[in-house]
């Protein structure tokens, strides 16, 4: 299926070169303490994903245990409202509630076969932790999760489903206490015990191998896109495919079978937070500069001095200064369209879904759904919007909204 | 010749290299820090640039690292403060050992990297450690620059390291070879006895530069112990706790020195 010696000298929008890089972006900028984990990552990573004896189990886990494939569900009342089509890709119904966990299983199985006895992660929303820590839970290993001290405090239940899942739950204390922190923190945790510890990173970000291994584990969700729109329309292709983008592991997996087919246009949605300039935003694409984040070279929110700024998001999982190399690399050839939408704006988008469709969406997935309102859509466009998660971890914001709502009419 | 390579040349044994955060404890205080460092015996000076994300440091640099930030120190302000570092009025206020500075990638890419070699060569700093430049980036990109300023460049190496991967790290480091003491991030407290034996395959390996031992070097016991095996150490962590409540720089670095080398 895959192809290891694809490789070209400047990468594809899929696939890095061999050094990590899709066109100007990516790379492996690491300490030297972490120079053998990478290094025995990188020579393994894709030697160990298309064993047969791997890829078996991890399809039955995918199938048996999260529930693969996830349903391609025609929107109706939404597609009426926008006067066009649109198919939600439905990874909310995913065991744990989001996308996270297609490569939380990829990679928990993988650091199994690499000997690694302990799995470190961090998390923003908290489902990226909920998911490594369940498949910890699963496979019987140690679990540790970083999570900045801000998050801790507004995703209070997945924090609770960690911890009853038997992870170890860490505060992350420094700078913006999110998830650039955490990052940080599971970092550091990995340079000290790097022998016996695999970091599962939770998006497509981190040194190479990492953005390409993740963006791996999450191109399930094209790859059923595509037999799934051909069951339901006769044609593999939509004409768009919309996801929202923190680091962009939902979007790449949705991405990922697309990005070939110059027909289809690939939306990324990023968190405008108060507005693009009100100090207070997440948009990368918008706001950032190339730069070096987490291991790799991409774009980065900084200030004029190349100090990380803090950025913000409503939605936990979005609220990160960076994005993954695959897309800064989509943004910058302009074979990615990227647009923003506010905090406002996805709680608006989050209730409106809910009343036409029942189905109540994370606020990471609620910034995808904002795109519908900012592209010119036309009755014959068939659209695919990656339905990332779902709301049950953010009913505390969603009733603080209704509140607000309420107290003002 | 560069002033590492020269202190080299006179001084194998016992060599004290001491990390300082530029802008700790005060925005003004760097240079003071430095002056104070050289006349209390340290050999070299390792001067942090600050950042908002030091991957490799423990919680006390990162601490200083935001401290610097709030005071408001950045890589242009740290230049202003060390123009005529070399050649104070003052003679003796001269800065005259050898100083390297230390920082991530990021604030200088956005700097300007070869805007920042030359910057820092004409000062003259003489060295750069970035641990976060990988050597496949310093190999086809950046070395280049680096050279073509004259500036010595150091690497790490840590005891996970193998050893071809040793030797071409010390072939592509020139001053010395920086000998992470285990796998950790700054200013943690492992046990040093397991350095021993790696200090003495480095040691066996008859590298072409000198080797001094950073991390968890905290005192007196540890400083020596690492002198064993090399031809000297690293202290950050435990030097920039000396400074974290010193009411004069200068007798907190005396005392601390003072603790090391007596
Ligand atoms: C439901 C959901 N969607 C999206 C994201 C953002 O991550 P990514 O951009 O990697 O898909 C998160 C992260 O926590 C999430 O929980």
Redesign the interface.
Known sequence: MINITSFNQKGTYKQPNI?GYYGDFG???????L??NVEELKSRYLEIMYEPGFQQEFQALLKDYVGRPTPLFLAERLSKKYNTTIYLKREDLNHTGAHKINNAIGQVLLAQRLGKKRIIAETGAGQHGVATATVCALKGIECVVYMGEVDIERQAPNVARMKMLGAKVVPAT??SKTL?DAT?EA??AW?????ETHYVIGSVVGPHPYPDMVARFQSVISEEVRWQLKEKTGSELPTHVIACVGGGSNAAGAFYHFLDDDNVQIIAVEAAGHGINSGMSAATTQLG???????SKSL?M?T?????VEPHSISAGLDYPGIGPMHAHLYATGRGKFLSATDNESLAAAFQLTRLEGIIPALESAHALCALDQLKLSPRDVIVVCLSGRGDKDLSTYMKAMENVASQS | MSLIKNLFQHKQHNILNVYCTAGYPHLNSTLEVMRALQNNGADIIELGMPYSDPLADGPTIQASNSVALHNGMTIEKMFEQLQDFRNTPAEQDAIRIPVLLMGYMNPILQYGFEKFCRQAAELPVDGLILPDLPEYEFETIYGDIIKRYGLDFVFLVTPETSEERVRKLDALSTGFLYAVSSSSITGSDKDFSAVESYLQRLQNMQLTNPILVGFGIKDKQTFQSACKYANGAIIGTAYIKALEDAEDVNIATKKFLGSILQ
């Open positions: 050094f790379g492996a900028y690491i300490p030297e303490m120079h053998r420094s700078g650039k940080n970092i550091r340079i000290n015990d790097p022998l500069k190339p730069g070096v984040l987490h291991g980065v900084q004029a001095d190349g100090q990380v």
